[in-house]
Nanobody
Framework: QVQLVESGGGLVQAGGSLRLSCAAS????????MGWFRQTPGKAREAVATISWNGLSTVYADSVKGRFTISRDNTKATVYLQMNSLKPEDTAVYYC????????????WGQGTQVTVSS
C-alpha cells in the first residue's frame, strides 16, 4: 500500500511560481515511476509531468514545457513539481500519482492540491 500526500498549492499571480511536493509512504518508493496530473471541472485529467524511478527520464506536457520541472528525492520519498511563469490556465487541482508496477498505469493517487493562478 502506498500513500501519497501533496502540499504546496495555493493562490499565486500570473507569472509567479509555486513548488508542489508529494510525500510517499512505503519502502519501495524508489522503484516507482511518479507523475503529476491536473484536472479542472468539466475537463479530463491531464498528465503534466512524469519521472522515472531514478530521475533520469522525464516527460512533460507541451503546455508546461520550459516552465515546469519535475524532480524527486528518493532518500526522502518525495517528488516535486516546480512551476514557474504560471498562467491562469494552469489553475487546477494537481494530483501526485505512482506507477507501482511499471505498467504505465498509475495505481496510487494523492488527494490533490488546489493551484489557482490569478490574472
Amino acid at each position: 500500500q502506498v500513500q501519497l500526500v501533496e502540499s504546496g498549492g495555493g493562490l499565486v499571480q500570473a507569472g509567479g511560481s509555486l513548488r508542489l511536493s508529494c510525500a510517499a509512504s512505503g519502502r519501495t518508493f524508489g522503484s516507482y515511476r511518479m507523475g503529476w496530473f491536473r484536472q479542472t471541472p468539466g475537463k479530463a485529467r491531464e498528465a503534466v509531468a512524469t519521472i522515472s524511478w531514478n530521475g533520469l527520464s522525464t516527460v512533460y506536457a507541451d503546455s508546461v514545457k520550459g516552465r515546469f520541472t519535475i524532480s524527486r528525492d528518493n532518500t526522502k520519498a518525495t517528488v516535486y513539481l516546480q512551476m514557474n511563469s504560471l498562467k491562469p490556465e494552469d489553475t487546477a487541482v494537481y494530483y501526485c500519482a505512482a506507477d507501482s508496477r511499471s505498467s504505465g498505469h498509475y495505481d496510487y493517487w494523492g488527494q490533490g492540491t488546489q493551484v489557482t493562478v490569478s490574472s
